[in-house]
Structure formats: structure tokens, C-alpha cells
């Protein structure tokens, strides 16, 4: 699974009903938000043959509407995937059960080109929120030009017909094949609607890693000066040294709805370093937010943690996602958080996660950078950035050796957590 955007709905009975897909959508329930243990039903496939919908229907973004659920579906058609073809396009469904059959509307998004041998084609990769503002909006990835677009609608009607898009300032080109103005920081991979600042955010790739983008006007996408993940350019053909990490979404914590508090999930599909593409994950990683009156800097902490694993020998001090619901590594202890970039105006560290496996269990790693390469250690990741000096809400970060292990960790006591001998400071990192 995991091969689109998370997203989910909560149940009357106080359960939660996740939606992942791959060619087809599967129902998941459990009881949070980030519970999504229970069994997979598949609740849509790929619709008839020569249809819009014949390569498969991916479930993109569901919300609750009165008594009914809302589904927004990206289709294909026209596929030879062992080419890079297909044909992309939006439709809209609808539920009267909670998602678990639907009832098809029928397309509300198509671009302007048609199916094309060995080329990605159509407009689709759409997420839609609730603006709050009467209307609902999708934010769309448009293959030709590798553009994101984005369209609205009243939240008065779900009829497919009624969908214009954004083109040349106007909302004035129809959804089904009419032409959409490529937004300027295009980057967005989904979108959400923060509520204390009435504002929508959308996740997109920054320099540096995943970033967030702000608009209030709905065109206008104004990035974060900061990313909030460290993330190295990874790669589609795997296995390869490098994570990938896709199909970002933002969810509540609490509601699991794309209507943002100040508490929220980020969710995306992963696939760790020098892994096949089968071992897929789905991640999520808890954000809390906050608004300032004046600028800070930095803008962004990614926590440090440290996991270990009794089995392997082997403690892992790492800001990644660590697959496996604890069944092998289990969480320890936390000690501060990681900078996603460089501070401006103060000396840093850029410290980066490694392994080596040469004494026949894991021995990880967080060194700073270019020691694991001249150490005969693999690069895993940037896992972040600390102060070379110390601050008023800096703590101090040590790498540490367990003998017995034999195996490396970090700790931000100078004795290490009576747990082995400190080797040196590494810097100085964020409370």
C-alpha cells in the first residue's frame, strides 16, 4: 500500500477509519488517529475496462458531510506503467456507510492533453480541503509541465460539473478540461486548512527537505524559511543508500481531518535506506505548532531520540522514523531536538546518521559530517544541525560508547547515562 495520500475519517462510535491505496483504496480502522492496526477491507477498485478509472482509483482525500462521506478519487487510464504512461484525472465519490462502498459521481478534474505512448499525462495526485470560506479547493499535480494547480468549488453542491480553475487570476476554466495557471512555488504536495490562523497549509519540497508553504488567498504560497525534515534527494529505483519519503499529508492529532488545531500528524509513505521498494511504511510523526508575535530563529526542531534493541545490541540515536511499531527497537529516551538547517548568524554542526555493521549486529551512529565516510561507516541520513556553542535554551549533546555492546549513542549527560564512556561533545542542541 502506501502509494498515495493518507487520509481519514472519525467514526460515530469514536473509532477512526484510515484510507490507503495502491491501484486500489482499502478501509483501515483503528482506535486513534494513529492507530491503524486493524484488518484492510478493499472498499474500491478499478472501474471497467477503456474507462477514466480502468487502471485504478486511489482514494485522495474523504471528509464526513452530514450523513453522508465525501470521497475525492484520483483515477488512471490508459497505463503501461513498464513505460511511464498513463492518464491521470479527479473524480468524486460518495459514501453512506463510513467509506465502505461508494457511489461514483463521476471526474471533476481532466486536463487539456490526451492518454500519449510512453508519457504521463492528465491532471490528478489531487488532495482537497474545506476552505471555510464556501468553498472546497483541490490542489493538483499537472504532469506536462510538472506544475501544481488548483481548482475550487461551492461547498453547496457536490455535483462534479461545478469545479473552475485558478487561470490567469481568475477562477474561470472549467474542472473537466479546462486550462489551470501554474502556481509560482509550485512545489505543494497537499493541503490543509490551519484553523487559528484561517489560513491553508500545504506541504512541499524546499531546499533542504520538506517544507511548508502558507497561503492565504489561495494562489500565493509562501514557504517556510525552514524545512520541517532534513530531507537527502532520494531515489525511485531501489533499493538505493538513500530513505524516500512521499505523499505527505497534514492531519489533525486529534480529529484526523485535514482541519488543522495546533496539534498535528504528519503522515507519509517511507522507504528506508537500502531497502526494495516492497518494504514501504507508513509513518506519523506527531508536529506541534505555535505563533509568535516577533520572527525566531530557528524556526524548527526535529527531536533527537534515542531507541534500543536488546536483541541487536544496539542503541540508535536518530531524528528518523524508526519502522517496526517497537517490536524491535523500542524508545529509551529523548534528548532535545535537531535543527533542520544551518542557524543564520551562529556557528553549527551538521550531524548525520550512520551505521556499520562489521561486528555482525548494527552499530549506529550520529557523528558529524564526513566522519562515518572516513570511519567506514554508511551515511543513513542528515539528521540535523546543533550549536557548536552553548545557548540559554541549548542543551549539551555527547557521543557515547557502550563497550559491551559494542555500540554508539548519544546523551546529553557527560557521564552518558551510565550506559558507556562519553568519546566528545558533538555540540549544542535545542531544548
Not at 512555488?185 to 489560513?199: D, F, I, L, Q, R
Not at 524548527?300 to 524508526?322: C, E, F, M, N
Amino acid at each position: 500500500m502506501a502509494d498515495n495520500h493518507f487520509t481519514e475519517i472519525a467514526l460515530p462510535d469514536g473509532r477512526f477509519r484510515g484510507f490507503d491505496a495502491h491501484n486500489d483504496t482499502r478501509a483501515i480502522d483503528g482506535s486513534s488517529p494513529t492507530d491503524m492496526g486493524g484488518p484492510q477491507r478493499t472498499v474500491m477498485g478499478p472501474g471497467k475496462r477503456a474507462a477514466y478509472d480502468s487502471c485504478g482509483r486511489w482514494l485522495d482525500h474523504a471528509e464526513v458531510s452530514g450523513a453522508a462521506t465525501l470521497g475525492f478519487v484520483h483515477a488512471e487510464t490508459a497505463c503501461n506503467y513498464a513505460i511511464g504512461q498513463t492518464h491521470m484525472s479527479m473524480a468524486v465519490a460518495v459514501s453512506d456507510d463510513y467509506g465502505l462502498t461508494w457511489r461514483d459521481l463521476g471526474p471533476f478534474i481532466t486536463g487539456t492533453d490526451a492518454p500519449t505512448p510512453r508519457k504521463n499525462t492528465g491532471e490528478g495526485d489531487c488532495t482537497v480541503v474545506n476552505g471555510q470560506d464556501g468553498y472546497r479547493y483541490a490542489y493538483c499535480f499537472r504532469p506536462r509541465d510538472g506544475g501544481l494547480i488548483v481548482a475550487r468549488s461551492p461547498i453547496s453542491t457536490i455535483d462534479p460539473r461545478h469545479w473552475t480553475k485558478f487561470f490567469q487570476g481568475h477562477w474561470s476554466q472549467p474542472g473537466l478540461g479546462g486550462d489551470a495557471t501554474k502556481l509560482s512555488n509550485g512545489s505543494g504536495v497537499s493541503v490543509a486548512y490551519w484553523k487559528t490562523m484561517h489560513e491553508l497549509v500545504l506541504t512541499g519540497w524546499v531546499k533542504g527537505g520538506l517544507g511548508l508553504f502558507i497561503t492565504t488567498d489561495h494562489t500565493s504560497l509562501v514557504p517556510l524559511h525552514e524545512p520541517v525534515l532534513a530531507v537527502d534527494p532520494g531515489q525511485w529505483a531501489r533499493p538505493a543508500p538513500s530513505e524516500l519519503i512521499f505523499y505527505p499529508v497534514l492531519l489533525d492529532a486529534d480529529s484526523g481531518s485535514n482541519q488543522l488545531s495546533d496539534k498535528w500528524l504528519m503522515v507519509y509513505a517511507y522507504i528506508p535506506p537500502n531497502e526494495p521498494s516492497n518494504q514501504k511504511y507508513l509513518v506519523f510523526r506527531d508536529v506541534t505548532v505555535s505563533v509568535g508575535k516577533h520572527a525566531v530563529n530557528p524556526q524548527v526542531g526535529v527531536q533527537l531520540a534515542r531507541w534500543y534493541a536488546p536483541k541487536l545490541h544496539d542503541r540508535w540515536s536518530t531524528t528518523a522514523a524508526v519502522p517496526g511499531n517497537n517490536q524491535i527497537y523500542t524508545l529509551e529516551t529523548t534528548t532535545g531536538y535537531l535543527m533542520t538547517a544551518a542557524p543564520a548568524g551562529a556557528a553549527s554542526v551538521e550531524l548525520e546518521d550512520c551505521v556499520n555493521l562489521r561486528s555482525g549486529h548494527p552499530d549506529h551512529l550520529l557523528a558529524e559530517k564526513g566522519f562515518c565516510e572516513a570511519h567506514a561507516y554508511e551515511r543513513l541520513r542528515t539528521a540535523g544541525w546543533v550549536y557548536a556553542h552553548p545557548g540559554s535554551d541549548t542543551l549539551s549533546l555527547y557521543r557515547c560508547y557502550d563497550a559491551h555492546g559494542p555500540s554508539h549513542f548519544a546523551s546529553a549527560a557527560p557521564d552518558c547515562d551510565k550506559l558507556g564512556t562519553m568519546e566528545r561533545l558533538l555540540g549544542y542542541a535545542l531544548k
